[in-house]
């Protein structure tokens, strides 16, 4: 059984916030506080203490919150990519690709994955991660700062490729039908998209998350991470082609 619980806190719009609690030692980060109240209702209601901020990039609609917390928990260290030095409201924690932080008895690895941002990270501990705006479930964020090469590495390299496919996937923001619906008028006929966004409808129908994904499921129904996919079958093409023996 897992030792590390995620509260699913929703916020503004289609935000997603997340309370990460060490249950051996009550001690609790928050992934991407967009809004300050609704994590400091989360926290009543859990009775966690919360020690950390982890932010994924430094957009306002993740880190709007940050000062709201820490005029209550002045103490609070505050995550994120060192490049977002003066960018993420509080920061103290300046961090790099596969740095690691602590919460209790656990240590969540730190993935650079630029594209949405180039200041984009992604928190990974206890067969969770937690991505932002840059794998979304069924799609990915808009390239405001990096490139699509930037954007391919993050998602093909560095997240299929290194995490497990049972690995669980916390995102930024509640997109999932759209990105379905989208990931259909690219693939018609792949039947994994189909049943997955029928599934999506009906939870979004009875005000449930789609939240989290796998990484297994965007394996097999997100085109951005499929597209290595076609990449490969067009190798196995071209070796088909010049093989001759």
């Given at each position: 059984?897992?030792?590390?619980?995620?509260?699913?806190?929703?916020?503004?719009?289609?935000?997603?916030?997340?309370?990460?609690?060490?249950?051996?030692?009550?001690?609790?980060?928050?992934?991407?506080?967009?809004?300050?109240?609704?994590?400091?209702?989360?926290?009543?209601?859990?009775?966690?203490?919360?020690?950390?901020?982890?932010?994924?990039?430094?957009?306002?609609?993740?880190?709007?919150?940050?000062?709201?917390?820490?005029?209550?928990?002045?103490?609070?260290?505050?995550?994120?990519?060192?490049?977002?030095?003066?960018?993420?409201?509080?920061?103290?924690?300046?961090?790099?690709?596969?740095d690691t932080v602590s919460l209790g008895r656990h240590t969540?690895?730190?993935?650079?994955?630029?594209?949405?941002?180039?200041?984009?990270?992604?928190?990974?501990?206890?067969?969770?991660?937690?991505?932002?705006?840059?794998?979304?479930?069924?799609?990915?964020?808009?390239?405001?700062?990096?490139?699509?090469?930037?954007?391919?590495?993050?998602?093909?390299?560095?997240?299929?490729?290194?995490?497990?496919?049972?690995?669980?996937?916390?995102?930024?923001?509640?997109?999932?039908?759209?990105?379905?619906?989208?990931?259909?008028?690219?693939?018609?006929?792949?039947?994994?998209?189909?049943?997955?966004?029928?599934?999506?409808?009906?939870q979004r129908a009875h005000g449930l998350p789609t939240i989290?994904s796998t990484m297994a499921i965007e394996a097999a129904v997100?085109?951005?991470?499929?597209?290595?996919?076609?990449?490969?079958?067009?190798?196995?093409?071209?070796?088909?082609?010049?093989?001759?023996?």
């Amino acid at each position: 059984m897992s030792s590390v619980h995620v509260t699913i806190i929703p916020c503004l719009k289609d935000n997603y916030a997340y309370l990460v609690t060490c249950q051996e030692t009550n001690l609790a980060a928050i992934v991407d506080p967009s809004e300050a109240n609704p994590v400091l209702a989360a926290i009543e209601t859990t009775g966690v203490e919360l020690a950390a901020i982890w932010n994924t990039h430094h957009h306002w609609d993740h880190t709007g919150g940050n000062a709201g917390l820490l005029a209550v928990y002045p103490e609070l260290a505050v995550a994120g990519h060192a490049s977002d030095k003066g960018r993420i409201p509080g920061q103290t924690l300046f961090l790099e690709a596969n740095d690691t932080v602590s919460l209790g008895r656990h240590t969540a690895s730190v993935f650079h994955i630029p594209g949405h941002t180039t200041g984009a990270i992604s928190y990974y501990l206890d067969g969770k991660v937690f991505t932002g705006d840059t794998l979304f479930y069924g799609g990915c964020g808009r390239l405001f700062e990096g490139t699509p090469a930037m954007m391919f590495e993050s998602l093909v390299v560095q997240l299929k490729g290194r995490l497990p496919e049972d690995t669980l996937v916390y995102c930024g923001h509640e997109y999932t039908v759209n990105n379905l619906r989208f990931a259909a008028s690219v693939e018609p006929g792949n039947e994994a998209i189909k049943e997955t966004l029928s599934w999506a409808l009906e939870q979004r129908a009875h005000g449930l998350p789609t939240i989290p994904s796998t990484m297994a499921i965007e394996a097999a129904v997100n085109p951005f991470l499929r597209a290595a996919s076609a990449q490969e079958l067009g190798d196995r093409r071209a070796q088909k082609d010049t093989y001759k023996g």
